[in-house]
């Protein structure tokens, strides 16, 4: 369970281990995306979270900190639900990944800027204490930064102005 919650050991690297599993999950969605699709990585997401909620609440278990930081699997999960507006873009509209790379930027700045700031149901969720707190501080910054890309690409776009 310690390989599955520190994302295959990245979760070891220094410093900063959330930056490399969030860094180590943008290979990996545009692997997924490219060969399996949109709907293929929402799949992938959700049974990323369940197995990162299941490892999490097991190496947690029987030790003092609610949230080691070597524990990674909530960043990629995190990191991946940021991403979901930029794989549906791109395949909604039939255009390369590597060409909305704006979009990959921002998500992943998003991301690790409410990841590690933690603004209100972030930050509630982190305060919980629980394996599921630890995976659902990530799901909502990964939401508020899917929201993020949403607007600057409406606004990159000439929707929102």
Do not use: C
Not at 82 to 93: D, H, I
Not at 129 to 154: E, K, Q, R, Y
């Amino acid at each position: 369970m310690k390989w599955v919650a520190s994302l295959g050991g990245i979760g070891f690297l220094r410093p900063a281990p959330g930056t490399w599993g969030s860094l180590a999950a943008l290979p990996l969605a545009y692997g997924i995306l490219s060969f399996g699709g949109f709907w293929f990585f929402v799949n992938l997401t959700v049974f990323a979270f369940v197995t990162g909620w299941i490892a999490t609440d097991r190496v947690i278990r029987d030790g003092d900190d609610h949230d080691p930081s070597w524990v990674v699997i909530d960043e990629l999960v995190g990191q991946w639900i940021a991403l979901l507006p930029v794989g549906y873009g791109a395949g909604m509209m039939g255009a390369d990944l590597w060409r909305l790379w704006p979009g990959w930027v921002a998500a992943f700045v998003l991301f690790r800027l409410f990841d590690i700031t933690k603004p209100w149901l972030v930050g509630r969720a982190d305060r919980m204490g629980t394996a599921m707190g630890v995976m659902l501080d990530d799901i909502w910054a990964g939401v508020f930064a899917a929201i993020g890309v949403i607007v600057l690409a409406g606004i990159a776009h000439g929707v929102l102005m």
